[in-house]
């Protein structure tokens, strides 16, 4: 989780990879670790508002970001 974390919030400069692609890479893992179990429900359920309370090393990740790779959405898109 701390790497995840780490490479959703590095900056031009921290890396020698493609930083776009790092950054995609662990918000969609982070979508289904946060997200990709209950999509079914919070669809069923016709849910379209999420708050999060984020403490600890979630705090400095943006939810919004976070990436449905299967729709090609990020959560922003999907939940208000």
Do not use: C, H
């Amino acid at each position: 989780l701390e790497q995840i974390l780490k490479d959703m919030n590095l900056t031009p400069g921290d890396t020698d990879v493609d930083l776009t692609l790092v950054q995609q890479r662990s918000s969609e893992e982070l979508y289904q670790w946060l997200i990709g179990d209950f999509k079914a429900i919070l669809d069923k359920n016709s849910i379209k508002t999420l708050v999060f309370v984020s403490d600890g090393l979630l705090r400095s990740i943006p939810m919004a970001a976070l990436y449905d790779s299967q729709t090609s959405q990020y959560l922003i898109d999907q939940y208000a």
